[in-house]
């Protein structure tokens, strides 16, 4: 079993940056990813990263302004925020699952953080 623990979250206006960590603890994994669901929706992909860090993957909506890191020897995956848009509000999961493939869905990971909460302001 894994344990994940994210921080990081805030509230910034529209433009700035956050970096979300996530802290892993327990058994080691090896795809790491970023979801996040606003009120109302669904859980959405945002970024996934092999246990190397050499295998990214990024949902459409964020290519360009996030970016996805890893430090092993911590434990810990970053995600990186940049030029946030007011639509990027949303409660932000750290996921973790076995195996080295990057999927784009939640049902895929199988530890989940507990959410850490991203409010961007107009």
């Known amino acids: 079993q894994v344990q994940l623990v994210e921080s990081g979250g805030g509230l910034v206006q529209a433009g700035g940056s956050l970096r979300l960590s996530c802290a892993a603890s327990?058994?080691?994994?090896?795809?790491m990813g970023w979801f996040r669901q606003a009120p109302g929706k669904d859980r959405d992909f945002v970024a996934a990263i092999s246990w190397s860090g050499s295998s990214t993957k990024f949902a459409d909506a964020v290519k360009g302004r996030f970016t996805i890191s890893r430090d092993n020897a911590k434990n810990t995956v970053y995600l990186q925020m940049n030029s946030l848009k007011v639509e990027d509000t949303a409660v932000y999961y750290c996921?973790?699952?076995?195996?080295?493939?990057?999927?784009?869905?939640?049902?895929?990971?199988?530890?989940w953080g507990q959410g850490t909460q991203v409010t961007v302001s107009s």
């Open positions: 996921a973790a699952r076995e195996g080295s493939v990057l999927y784009p869905s939640a049902t895929m990971y199988a530890n």
């Open positions: 327990g058994r080691g994994s090896s795809a």
